[in-house]
C-alpha cells in the first residue's frame, strides 16, 4: 500500500479523534443545536487550514517565536469566552431540547476561530504536515494529493461521525446529565483555555 495513504489515514485518525478544542466544540454545538450545527462546526479544517498549512510555516521558520505565543494568548482568550458561555447555559436548561432557532453560520464561524486560533495546527503542519506534504509532492504530485486527501477525509470524517453519534445519543441526555455534560464540556474547554494562556506567557 502506498506510504502516504498510510501516513494520511494514521495521521488523519489521530488528529481528528484527539481530544482538543475544536473536537469539545463540536460537541457542544451538537447538543445545543443538533447535527447539522455539529458538523459544522467540526468541518472548520476545510475552510481554514489552507492559510495555516501556508502560515505555519513562515510563523515557525521565519517570525520570531512572540508570534506563536501571541496566538496561544489570543486562541486561550477565545475558548475562555466559549467556556464561560457553555457553562453559563446550564443555569438555564431544565432538559435537552433542541433549539432549531440556532445560527448555524455563526456556529460554523465559531468554529473557524477556534480552529485557526489554535496553535497545534500550526504546530502539526511546521513539524511534521509540512514535511511530509514536501517529501510527498517531490516524490510524486499524485502521492501528495492523495495525502492530503486522505487526512481530511479522516479528520473532518471523525468529526461527523461524533456530530451524528452523539445527535442519536440525545434523548438519554435528560435535565441534570445534560447540565452535568455541559459542566464537563466547559471545564474541558476552560481547562485548554488556561493551558494555552499559560503557555503563551511563559513560552
Do not use: C
Not at 447538543?31 to 492559510?51: C, E, F, N, Y
Not at 502560515?55 to 521558520?61: D, F, G, P, Y
Not at 460554523?108 to 513539524?127: A, I, K, Q
Amino acid at each position: 500500500m502506498n506510504e502516504y495513504l498510510l501516513l494520511g489515514v494514521s495521521l488523519g485518525l489521530a488528529a481528528g479523534l484527539s481530544p482538543g478544542p475544536l473536537l469539545t466544540y463540536t460537541v457542544i454545538a451538537t447538543l445545543r443545536g443538533g447535527w447539522k450545527a455539529g458538523i459544522g462546526v467540526g468541518s472548520a479544517p476545510l475552510l481554514t487550514d489552507a492559510p495555516i498549512i501556508a502560515l505555519s510555516l513562515i510563523v515557525l521558520h521565519f517570525l520570531p517565536p512572540a508570534t506563536l505565543r501571541l496566538l496561544n494568548v489570543v486562541g486561550g482568550g477565545f475558548l475562555l469566552y466559549l467556556a464561560l458561555e457553555t457553562v453559563r447555559a446550564t443555569r438555564h436548561v431544565e432538559a435537552l431540547t433542541l433549539n432549531t432557532d440556532i445560527n448555524l453560520s455563526q456556529e460554523v464561524w465559531r468554529g473557524v476561530l477556534v480552529n485557526f486560533l489554535n496553535p497545534n495546527p500550526y504546530l502539526f503542519w511546521g513539524t511534521v504536515g509540512g514535511p511530509l506534504l514536501i517529501q510527498a509532492y517531490r516524490a510524486r504530485m499524485l502521492d501528495a494529493v492523495l495525502f492530503l486527501s486522505v487526512f481530511y477525509a479522516l479528520l473532518v470524517g471523525s468529526h461527523v461521525g461524533l456530530a451524528f453519534l452523539v445527535h442519536r445519543q440525545r434523548a438519554r441526555l435528560q435535565g441534570p446529565w445534560y447540565r452535568r455534560i455541559l459542566w464537563g464540556l466547559g471545564s474541558i474547554l476552560g481547562f485548554l483555555a488556561a493551558r494555552l494562556i499559560y503557555t503563551g506567557f511563559v513560552g
